[in-house]
DNA sequence: AAAGACTCTGCTTAATTAAGCAATATCTTA
DNA sequence: TAAGATATTGCTTAATTAAGCAGAGTCTTT
């Protein structure tokens, strides 16, 4: 990956299905990263760096426990874009999407 | 682990069988920490850790190539303590215990 | 419009850093 | 000197950082 500056812009943050499904673990529930990464069927680091665009665009907060980190969701930073995650959500067309591309992947690899 | 501020002195570096053995694996072929890893029966970040120490003693020098690192002995900096480690290594008392330990953390853990 | 060159994004693999635990060794001090 | 407190060592688990690759999108330039 490229040096990855931090990116502060929420949109930009939001605008990838993945990082929308792992706002919505978050969203009622703090989780620490090993919960969000076994949610998903990518490796630790992905999530890792999906967390921490999140948490540069102020999306997600963090706090440490011991050797984990707990992730939950800034509901304040994220009050004008509920509304459209919630109808993103509800459709569930993330979820799918994201299940779609481990199949491809499972596939491309055998 | 404490904050693990540099050890720089060799013979406190030497004084553990695993950092003997892992000078033994390096002495004559560079290897990726993952090879040296591979080779002992405990975790990477273990190897590590202890790659790290022998390094902050300058006895192994490191070469970065992609996302490996290369170990090799640094054989001028040894040269006062090789004969030391080869009669240890002749003798194959580190190479042993260190199973037996192996054995020992198998056996603790069911 | 097609072909090639660039950039961006999201991932993988390799390795490290960080925190804490358990066992041993090393100091007190009563 | 026995008993407890404290430090040290070597490990584990949790998570991150670093480098690079592959595919998709975007720009030329012809």
Request: no cysteine; glycine share 2%; aromatic share 6%.
């Amino acid at each position: 990956m490229a040096p990855q500056l931090a990116v502060r812009d929420p949109l930009l943050a939001l605008s990838s299905p993945r990082r929308r499904e792992i706002v919505r673990l978050v969203w009622s529930d703090e989780r620490s990263a090993g919960e969000i990464a076994r949610a998903f069927e990518v490796t630790w680091p992905a999530i890792s760096q999906n967390l921490r665009v999140l948490k540069d665009a102020g999306l997600i907060k963090e706090r440490r426990v011991g050797t984990s980190r707990l992730y939950r969701a800034d509901r304040a930073a994220l009050r004008p874009l509920e509304s459209y995650l919630r109808s993103m959500w509800s459709r569930n067309i993330d979820r799918l999407r994201l299940l779609a591309e481990a199949e491809e992947r499972r596939k491309s690899k055998r």
